[in-house]
């Protein structure tokens, strides 16, 4: 019988869910090298929006900012990493070493697991959802049908969903603190341009800016940032792609209806 071999990737997450693992810190340490994350990216082998979305998952889990965008001034402008972008970084390689201490010494007792090993395989659980934050529960608002959860994702940033009794009960959410992702497919983000007087009836308004838009066939995917590292990704239509008020820097306002917010738990 072939005798099995050792191998291993270690991924920190938070709540379940992948926050960073070796090429995202690589990433991290090579926009710390550059100052750039084009130059990173290129330096890595990809494309510069594999590096903004990688890098916004790490921003939208972390509990602070990871990187910070300076402007250009007589040196020029440049990305550079937060203190606790740096501390995310020794952190990991400090586990990483503990990970692989681990796999030498359990390399040394292969032979001894038998077919054993094929049940051994990681698993993972993908979402569709374009946005996945995670937060805590503030409040619940109680209703006939549907109750109201009113979510904290950190600096000052809230999100409100609205669910069944059933499900509030089900999840728990009754309890405040208790730790939930918050899932938002992009479709379901609508950006608005800042218009003094203008009232939405949406329950989740972020204002904000855009940061960045790709423009594909059907439509474009416009990155709104809306503070403190967080992001909101939409899908917005070709026409208004091409208006002025969705121009990277512009302000704009991101609207969520409450019904389109799914909440989910780890435990």
């Known amino acids: 019988m072939t005798l099995p071999e050792v191998d291993g990737r270690f991924w920190l997450s938070i709540d379940g869910h992948s926050f960073a693992g070796s090429g995202r810190i690589t990433l991290l340490e090579k926009i710390a090298a550059t100052g750039s994350i084009s130059a990173a990216a290129r330096a890595m082998g990809m494309s510069y929006k594999a590096a903004w979305d990688a890098i916004d998952a790490m921003n939208n889990l972390a509990d602070e900012p990871l990187l910070l965008r300076q402007a250009g001034g007589q040196h020029g402008g440049g990305t550079v990493l937060t203190r606790h972008g740096v501390q995310v970084i020794e952190q990991y390689r400090a586990a990483e070493t503990v990970h692989r201490r681990f796999l030498a010494e359990l390399a040394e007792r292969a032979g001894d697991m038998g ?74 983000v609508v950006l608005s341009a800042t218009l003094d007087g203008a009232r939405y009836s949406a329950a989740n308004q972020f204002p904000g800016s855009v940061e960045s838009l790709l423009e594909g066939e059907a439509n474009c995917e416009v990155r709104v940032a809306i503070g403190n590292g967080r992001t909101l990704t939409a899908l917005a239509s070709r026409e208004a792609f091409s208006e002025d008020w969705l121009a990277p820097g512009s302000p704009v306002i991101a609207l969520v209806n409450a019904a389109h917010v799914v909440l989910a738990t780890s435990d």
């Open 115 to 188: 077919n054993v090993w094929s049940l051994m395989r990681t698993l993972s659980m993908q979402t569709s959802a374009r946005n996945h934050l995670v937060g805590t529960v503030r409040e619940l608002r109680a209703g006939a049908i549907s109750d109201e959860v009113v979510i904290d994702i950190g600096h000052g940033l809230e999100v409100v969903s609205s669910v069944t009794r059933q499900s509030s009960g089900d999840l728990g959410l009754d309890r405040p603190g208790r730790r939930v992702h918050v899932l938002i497919k992009a479709p379901f």
